[in-house]
């Protein structure tokens, strides 16, 4: 309902051929239990390896939910209404990264900049060491 909206989970899962898929699950009791979706996955496997890590967030530029993932050596940018249909936006990486390996955890956040907005994306490498940071116009 609109006075009691549901918590939404989004996460990393495993297919049966192996490969990771990007799925939902919610809670109307104020995240005390979980119930996965039956519209999993809510974002398909491209067909990759090393497809997870999914960091959603309201963006107020967009006026919709946005979520970044890593997708072996670069990320991929989504972008949803509800956070059950997704449509791949962009991609970015690995050009100008000197780091050689499998994306993880990456994350996107705005700030402020010398008066502008900018977005700031980051990951970290497989082994645990900062891969890039890059600066978006927002």
């Given at each position: 309902?609109?006075?009691n909206?549901?918590i939404?989970?989004?996460?990393?899962?495993?297919?049966?051929?192996?490969?990771?898929?990007?799925?939902?699950?919610?809670?109307?009791?104020?995240?005390?239990?979980?119930?996965?979706?039956?519209?999993?996955?809510?974002?398909?496997?491209?067909?990759?390896?090393?497809?997870?890590?999914?960091?959603?967030?309201?963006?107020?530029?967009?006026?919709?939910?946005?979520?970044?993932?890593?997708?072996?050596?670069?990320?991929?940018?989504?972008?949803?209404?509800?956070?059950?249909?997704?449509?791949k936006t962009?991609?970015?990486?690995?050009?100008?990264?000197?780091?050689?390996?499998?994306?993880?955890?990456?994350?996107?956040?705005?700030?402020?900049?010398?008066?502008?907005?900018v977005?700031v994306?980051?990951?970290?490498?497989?082994?645990?060491?900062?891969?890039?940071?890059?600066?978006?116009?927002g």
């Amino acid at each position: 309902t609109n006075e009691n909206p549901p918590i939404i989970a989004i996460y990393t899962s495993h297919h049966k051929d192996g490969l990771e898929q990007q799925s939902i699950a919610y809670s109307n009791d104020k995240g005390r239990h979980f119930e996965k979706s039956y519209l999993n996955p809510v974002i398909k496997n491209p067909g990759i390896s090393d497809f997870r890590d999914p960091k959603a967030f309201w963006n107020p530029v967009r006026r919709c939910w946005s979520l970044v993932l890593a997708a072996q050596d670069r990320v991929f940018f989504y972008a949803s209404q509800d956070m059950k249909n997704w449509e791949k936006t962009g991609e970015f990486g690995p050009e100008g990264n000197h780091v050689k390996g499998v994306w993880e955890c990456p994350d996107l956040f705005p700030i402020e900049y010398k008066g502008k907005n900018v977005w700031v994306q980051h990951d970290k490498s497989l082994r645990g060491r900062p891969l890039q940071n890059a600066v978006f116009p927002g």
